[in-house]
């Protein structure tokens, strides 16, 4: 195995009203909000909303609007698979407070499992992507955030090699491009990204003229990034333990591959592992992913010809099972979710070799499995 630092440094939790506030979701009780300090450091997590199974996020670009998925089915008694828009006090954050949450509105979700959401630039859409049934939910989003009914919906077909996890398709999240007319899907089950025209004026998806992007068998893309130059695109395969590059033409909607790589050094990858997710660094010369079982956040590095990404390290994440980390807005932190040990740690990242350094500080919570940072609106 790579070499890779780890430290067992003393935890300071307290931080001044001038941090940065994020959220924090997975498979505990509900919604929780902390405040990254300056050197790292993180305050204890506040419960600021109740929902079960919210175990991904989405913030709106101008509201200070949150975007909740329940990862649940669509018959669960308890709580169906939902979609709900909750709304934060800005001003509580600016008194050096951690802001609740409000809930504006919940919608059904025509799917099984939804365990992705994100939102187009100009908040008008919300896309849930639902792995259990292999499908990609439309919401519209009105002018106060809150949420319209499902207004399309896209099941996938098909299969992958994989008799255990390919029988059928997996939608695993979307993301819509840099111009917002494309929705990108990374489908687990087909081995394939494929893309869709955000039909915008009709509140719909329809496929697009190229429709995916076909990765190799038993790959499993979980989990996709845009470069910041918009023309380059990041698929981390969950299975194959790879994240592979690929162009991306918003003229016509079409992804070619570049190249593939490992998120590992080991051969043969043992039993257990497999990736979760994927950040590019805002600088554009990063790429981080991260490794379940082995328990590290992969380090790449970005070709500034190709585009291309390269590992060149690996950093254990002082815990089990990073399913989810962040990047903070000036990508000055990473911040690793373990899942499994209840925990999430604090790293510095050097802005000249993209390399982690843990700054001692964590913080607990039950399972987490999804962060997101409150953003800054920009505009009316």
């Known amino acids: 195995m790579d070499s890779f630092p780890s430290a067992h440094g003393q935890q300071n939790n307290q931080t001044d009203g001038t941090g940065q506030v994020f959220w924090i ?10 405040r990254l300090g300056t050197d790292g450091s993180m305050a204890p997590p506040k419960l600021v909303a109740t929902q079960a199974k919210a175990s991904f996020f ?44 409000k809930l504006l509105n919940v919608q059904p979700v025509q799917g099984n499992g939804p365990c992705h959401v994100t ?12 792995y259990g049934s292999g499908s990609v939910s439309l919401f519209p989003i009105q002018s106060n955030g809150s949420l319209e009914p499902e207004s399309s919906t896209m099941e996938h077909r098909g299969s992958g090699p994989n008799n255990a996890r390919q029988q059928g398709p997996h939608a695993h999240c979307s993301m819509v491009d840099p111009t917002d007319r494309w929705v990108l899907v990374a489908d687990l089950g087909l ?13 719909k998806l329809v496929p697009g003229p190229n429709p995916f992007l076909k990765l190799s068998g038993g790959s499993g893309p979980r989990h996709i990034a845009f470069h910041p130059n918009g023309k380059i695109l990041y698929v981390i395969n969950e299975m194959g333990m790879t994240l592979t590059s690929a162009t991306w033409e918003a003229e016509t909607g079409k992804l070619t591959e570049i190249a593939t790589v490992r998120t590992v050094a080991e051969e043969p990858l043992q039993g257990g592992w497999s990736t979760a997710e994927v950040l590019v660094h805002p600088s554009g010369r990063f790429v981080y992913g991260s490794n379940r ?40 932190f990473l911040l690793a979710e373990n899942q499994d040990s209840n925990t999430i740690h604090s790293f510095a990242i050097d802005r000249a ?28």
């Open 25 to 34: 979701g997975g498979y505990g009780p509900g919604i929780y909000a902390s």
């Open 353 to 380: 070799t993209g390399f982690l350094k843990p700054t001692g500080h964590s913080i607990s919570t039950e399972k987490p499995a999804c962060i997101k940072f409150m953003t800054k609106p920009t505009g009316p």
């Open 119 to 130: 939102l187009d630039g100009q908040g008008r859409f919300a896309v849930v992507a639902n």
């Open 191 to 203: 081995d394939q990204v494929l893309v869709y025209q955000l039909d915008a004026q009709n509140k």
């Open 293 to 332: 079982g082995h328990d590290t956040i992969a380090l790449f590095a970005i070709s500034p010809q190709t585009g291309a990404a390269a590992r060149i390290e690996n950093f254990s994440t002082l815990g089990k099972t990073p399913r989810n980390f962040r990047l903070d807005p000036a990508g000055q």
């Open 58 to 101: 989405a913030t709106h670009p101008r509201l200070d609007v949150l975007y909740v998925v329940t990862e649940t089915a669509i018959g669960d008694k308890q709580r169906a698979a939902s979609l709900a828009a909750y709304q934060f006090d800005r001003t509580a954050y600016q008194a050096g407070e951690l802001p609740d949450l």
